[in-house]
């Protein structure tokens, strides 16, 4: 039951932190600028506009987990607040958990926000040029949001890992990047690897196997970005979108219990 409290002043400490109106304003001028662009360029408008806000909500909730994400559990280990907070009938995987919760109710609240502005472009642009929407669908368009949104909590989730073994928010932040662009990465270049006559060039077999123990290690976060599909109005079958949910709560889960154990056992200075 102590989760609840730690979760609702961890989302207020997020709402007010400035970086959120920064987060919101740069959203602001990518969808803005995503309108100015589909006017101009007069072909494949429908798909342009989809890539391009979807791409905005992914992005404005990368830049909230590392830049108000990371700073909000930092903060409590930097000040040693976290003293005060532990001196309260809490345990500390109550806090941890607690603070994941307020993070994920942020992450949710602020990509709901971005997301309107983004519906709202969508939209109008749908509006003025109809002919280049006649595969659009608002289903594809939700769908990659919420797999957005899911893999953002991962991240995070990654993030608080991090935290919790390491003593600075900036070796946090460059630990949340590096894995953030090898959940990205990974699946191409694992196939690449293992089929590099496709592309007339030698891999060695060392590589090979740090490659493959890599992407059992890190999270497949391609899995994802449906970003592609939205844009093109092509269907997600329903196993895909089942796996891809299961993996990311699973994944996340087992990433939390982790860190909570991890946390735990840690002594502070």
């Not at 502005?117 to 595969?135: E, S, V």
């Given at each position: 039951m102590s989760l609840w409290p730690v979760a609702a002043v961890t989302f207020k400490e997020g709402i007010r932190n400035k970086a959120i109106y920064?987060?919101?304003?740069?959203?602001?001028?990518?969808?803005?600028?995503?309108?100015?662009?589909?006017?101009?360029?007069?072909?494949?408008?429908?798909?342009?506009?989809?890539?391009?806000?979807?791409?905005?909500?992914?992005?404005?909730?990368?830049?909230?987990?590392l830049f108000v994400g990371i700073n909000l559990m930092a903060k409590d280990l930097d000040?040693?607040?976290?003293?005060?907070?532990?001196?309260?009938?809490?345990?500390?995987?109550?806090?941890?958990?607690?603070?994941?919760?307020?993070?994920?109710?942020?992450?949710?609240?602020?990509?709901?926000?971005?997301?309107?502005?983004?519906?709202?472009?969508?939209?109008?642009?749908?509006?003025?040029?109809?002919?280049?929407?006649?595969?659009?669908?608002?289903?594809?368009?939700?769908?990659?949001?919420?797999?957005?949104t899911l893999s953002l909590i991962l991240l995070s989730a990654l993030s608080f890992l991090f935290a919790s073994v390491t003593s600075t928010s900036f070796i946090t932040l460059v630990l949340t990047i590096i894995s953030y662009l090898i959940g990205h990465g990974i699946n191409d270049v694992k196939a690449l690897v293992e089929a590099p006559q496709a592309v007339g060039i030698q891999v060695a077999p060392s590589t090979v196997k740090l490659v493959q123990g890599a992407y059992y290690l890190f999270p497949n976060l391609s899995l994802f970005?449906?970003?592609?599909?939205?844009?093109?109005?092509?269907?997600?079958?329903?196993?895909?979108?089942?796996?891809?949910?299961?993996?990311?709560?699973?994944?996340?889960?087992?990433?939390?219990?982790?860190?909570?154990?991890?946390?735990?056992?840690?002594?502070?200075?």
């Open positions: 920064g987060i919101s304003v740069f959203a602001l001028l990518m969808l803005g600028a995503s309108l100015l662009i589909s006017g101009m360029i007069m072909q494949e408008v429908g798909k342009v506009m989809v890539d391009m806000a979807l791409s905005t909500v992914s992005l404005s909730g990368l830049l909230l987990v000040k040693r607040t976290i003293y005060m907070v532990l001196s309260r009938p809490i345990s500390r995987s109550q806090y941890l958990f607690g603070k994941f919760l307020g993070m994920v109710l942020l992450i949710v609240a602020t990509i709901a926000l971005v997301s309107l502005f983004a519906l709202a472009a969508i939209a109008l642009t749908k509006l003025r040029f109809p002919d280049y929407f006649l595969h659009f669908s608002w289903g594809l368009i939700f769908l990659s949001i919420a797999l957005t970005d449906i970003k592609i599909q939205a844009a093109h109005g092509l269907s997600v079958p329903l196993s895909t979108i089942g796996w891809t949910v299961a993996y990311g709560l699973g994944y996340t889960a087992m990433v939390m219990i982790l860190a909570s154990l991890i946390f735990s056992k840690r002594e502070f200075p």
